[in-house]
């Protein structure tokens, strides 16, 4: 844990048997949720035009920088948060932060590279109409989420991208990217000594506190008939989604090992093995928690031929119905809690991959003894309590379900 | 269960940039320092000491891959790889991975044209297990015919989702077959539906007794071990299983072309046109000298997303024709390479217009090469990426199983940065010059279909 003579507060891991550093910085809560509506695809904009120039290097010089010294200084927005994320040789260090000073502090917004992006986005929003997984994810969300932020495409809208200037981009900038809302991870050759007053120079200058943001449950609107988006594919492509748990639920624990065992496990779910080893029906059958800020959201997916979308939906319904009903078996929930205490070291084996976890954890308001306390949380999860967290959540009569293709014989 | 050739091309072109160390580095960065071994039966081990967490990444390469297929069964080599989850005189049908799972581990594997690879990451305490697990399907495979109905039904629904529910990749596949006139690499590594649909029980118990030895493979280990008792481990495990008698690995090759080619797609599903070039070109196994490594440079001048010349003179500017270009070099495979080109017009570009445009680019290089300044910019940015792979053990194994499986060797990855600080702007132009040619290249348009 370092803090910076500013007041700044980063976690730091010190690991210099690489030459390099890896950076993760999250404004928490400045997401493309914060967007007003005739604005929906700004955090995305201003997340690609951040490293578009800053101070006196313009898009060029700035991309220059980067290449000739082995950096890597790259903005994102998801729904809920911002982040910039840094990669640098340890040698460039110093180069590198500067470089992340200058896109936070002074960045360009120039006319050409704005003109630019829009472009890209436009022509990104045509192609999101080719690709039947996007098709299916965009009308899941805007059906499960209508009249919230959440239900919104991603990267807006052609309407609301093509009206966004410069002004926009610098308001969301200084509003939403606060002191207050950073969370901090690096990890690299880099001592505490030596980040404390980078922290200070990188965010010193960013405003101190952004708007109070209302984290408020907004559970998914679910439905009992699926909804078909026709095209003509080979293959159906089909989302679903159900109730999930915000990472501060009680039943967070209970809904990741239920989760795991059902679709979460890749070859050893119940629905890899139901749908895929049993049955043939599908390559690909999984599911997952998305614990966003303010819904939990349950969501899967299944492509397949067109004349078993019907069947392969019966089976996963089966599977929600029997795990709501039985639970699981002891001896699958004890593999199930092996597999996530034996596994969760595995991830810990790069410098960028612990940044991210260092964040992670900052997140879920977890504290650093998180690493020794999440084995214990996981096995004090029990069969009822899987079961349990089951019936609250997964109703099979109530699954969203979006097909995107031309299934055969959904219609009753 | 599968990373196949269409990512993978892309992954193999990531590695082959990747493709080594830090010794550019001034910070005096040691290399991989990889330990190699031989064990009798013929089994090649790299051991790769990585102590930064208590981990390691187990993988097993075979070197076969979908060009080493028998006329008829395009599939059989990547359908194999997911007949390997099946069963062994051991273990169940669906057992592997629930064991590994059971033991706190992650495994999966993939399939390319060269090579087929298995791998797991696992906590070092279970590596005895996982490298058990492997030598058993490497010498005791027990399919049950079952199985096999089952499996294919899932290979014929990965191509559904892969290729035919995606345009693009038709068009890749179409590409591609149109790019090599005789080798088999003209065949996509998942396969042909119709050949997919006769690939039987027996096809895949053939292809396994004819590839699947110790003398055909090689055991890379990344991560906190240390490389004797590494060697012990594969002397336990492997050690046993014999050696068997290998038929020579010679495709059919090419003969000389002479003729561009074009393709052109139109699918109703497409709503944004898109064209793309193959060129043949040298691997780094087949290149002479530094031409594998010229052209890393090349891709890296011509391609870059931000600093390259078809961005700087396609996508950035009020009228540019394009709103993104790409370029390419995959290198990392036995016989022959590709370098590739793609572009999105903006709207209001027709294809013809951007193509030439891209032509223009491509023309001027040839006539003028490439500036001190952009040679320098490229190394930067590919020696940092080969510090960068060290980061990650599953991307140093990796390196190393590619190049092992494609004809390239040890010493080969770890002098790559040397090599690639090396070239000169008279090799790139020359390799340029060599590689660039219309009449060793496929052209394809990827265009909506005129609504009737």
Redesign the interface.
Known sequence: MVKSPGGIEAWLVR?P????I?MEVVWRDAGEKRAPANQAGIGGLLAAMLDEGAGDLN??AF??R??????SVSFSAGRDHFSLSL?S???SAGTAFELAELALTRPRFDD?AL??LK??I??QL??D??Q?GTIASTTLYATAFPSHPYGRPQRGTAESVSALGREDLKAFLANELTRDRLVIGVVGDITAEQLGPVLDRLFGSLKAKGDPVAVAEQPPALRERPIVVD?????S?VQFMGHGVRRDDPDYYAAYVMNYILGG????SRLT?EV?????????VYSYLIPMRESGIWQGGV???NDQVAESLRVIRSELDRMRKKGPGEKELA?AK??L???F??Q?????AIAGTLVGMQLADLGPDYIDERPKLINAVTADDVRRVAERLLDPSKLLVVVVGRPVGLGG | ?SIHARMMSALAAAAAVLAAV?LA???G?ASFDPKTFRLASGLDIVVIE??????VHHMVWYRVGAADEPPGKSGIAHFLEHLM?KGTKLIG??EF??IV??????DNAFTSQDYTGYFQ???VDKLDLVMGMEADRMANLAIPPDEV???????L??R??RT??N?GALLAEQMTAALYLAHPYRIPVIGWMHEMQGLTHADAVAFHQAHYAPNNAILVVA?DVQPEAVRALAEKHFGPIPARELKPRKRLQEPPHIAARRVTLED?????SSLSRYYLAPSYSTAEGREGHALTVLAEILG?G??GRLH?AL????R?PA??VSAWYQGTALDLGSFGIGG?P??GTDLAALETAIDKVIAELLENGITEEEL???K??L??GA??A????STTARIFGSALTTGSTVEAVEVWPERIEAVTAAEVLAAARKVLDPRRSVTGYLLPKPTT
């Open positions: 690991e048997s690489i030459p390099i890896a898009s060029q991309a220059e980067q290449q000739d010294n082995g950096i990669r040789l340890s040698r050409e003109e630019r472009r890209s436009a022509t045509i192609r109409q080719e039947p095209r003509d594919l080979p293959q492509v496990g890749g070859f050893n093995v895929r080893e049993k049955r043939g029906l599908a390559y690909s492509a397949t031929r593999e092996t597999f205490n034996g596994s070291p595995l810990l084996s790069s410098n960028s | 269960m830090a580095s001034p910070a960065a990585d102590h930064r967490a208590p981990v989850f049908p669906g991975s629930k799972a059971r033991n706190g581990g992650r990451t696992v906590a109905e089952r499996e294919r039904e899932v290979i629904e990965e559904r989702s035919d529910n345009p991560g109703a599903r497409v709503k944004q870059d931000r600093t700087k996508v950035v500017g009020e540019a709103v993104s999105r903006r709207n320098a910019r490229a930067s940015g020696l940092a510090v960068f060290r980061d990650s053990i």
